[in-house]
T-cell receptor
Framework: KAGVTQTPRYLIKTRGQQVTLSCSPI?????VSWYQQTPGQGLQFLFE???????NKGNFPGRFSGRQFSNSRSEMNVSTLELGDSALYLC????????????FGPGTRLTVT | ELKVEQNPLFLSMQEGKNYTIYCNYS?????LYWYRQDPGKSLESLFV?????AVKQEGRLMASLDTKARLSTLHITAAVHDLSATYFC???????????FGKGTRLHILP
């Protein structure tokens, strides 16, 4: 079974630009969650999607948004990038919500200059 | 404020020794997760603990959950160098469904 894939793996953007990251879950998994990892703040939950609906969202500004498609693939978008958005963005998929094991992708390393 | 506190944050130990990593949390939850992260890599799921008293073991690692004490432990038995990594616990907050991570415990096992 193929694992979770994320594209691109590395990205360099400048302040003010926007970026879209993509996540393809394991086949059959309907839940996709996104996390941000930085040295200062650690791992922080961004949002979770299940069956194309956002179930919950972490404490991030509205510049961070996402969506999920009917094939469970998910994208997250960050608009008006700030230096502090530089991070490793991880997505994880699971068969369902609440208590299922999550399988993480390799991450997208975003650098904002 | 919701908090998930791990201790210690850094642990250097000799091969063959036993040790325990603690994860305390400040909110009501009966869903707790342990993950491993190797340097420059993504997270690997280790354990999913879903009820009070849950205990799971895999190789030299054993995790337990006490929801009344709001405490989970990750016990390492007879550590080997390959277990060197950063270990995170994460709590799924009741009624909120948001996951909060601890800061991680960086484990360094000396050969």
């Amino acid at each position: 079974k193929a694992g979770v894939t994320q594209t691109p793996r590395y990205l360099i953007k400048t302040r003010g630009q926007q970026v879209t990251l993509s996540c393809s879950p394991i086949s059959g998994h309907r839940s996709v969650s996104w996390y941000q990892q930085t040295p200062g703040q650690g791992l922080q939950f961004l949002f979770e999607y299940f069956s194309e609906t956002q179930r919950n969202k972490g404490n991030f500004p509205g510049r961070f948004s996402g969506r999920q498609f009917s094939n469970s693939r998910s994208e997250m978008n960050v608009s008006t990038l700030e230096l502090g958005d530089s991070a490793l963005y991880l997505c994880a998929s699971s068969p369902g919500v609440l208590g299922y094991e999550q399988y993480f992708g390799p991450g997208t390393r975003l650098t904002v200059t | 404020e919701l908090k998930v506190e791990q201790n210690p944050l850094f642990l250097s130990m000799q091969e063959g020794k036993n040790y325990t990593i603690y994860c305390n949390y400040s909110t009501t939850s009966d869903r707790l997760y342990w993950y491993r992260q190797d340097p420059g890599k993504s997270l690997e799921s280790l354990f999913v603990l879903l009820s009070n008293g849950a205990v799971k073991q895999e190789g030299r690692l054993m995790a337990s959950l006490d929801t009344k004490a709001r405490l989970s432990t990750l016990h390492i038995t007879a550590a080997v160098h390959d277990l060197s990594a950063t270990y995170f616990c994460a709590v799924d907050v009741d009624r909120d469904d948001k996951i909060i991570f601890g800061k991680g415990t960086r484990l360094h096992i000396l050969p």
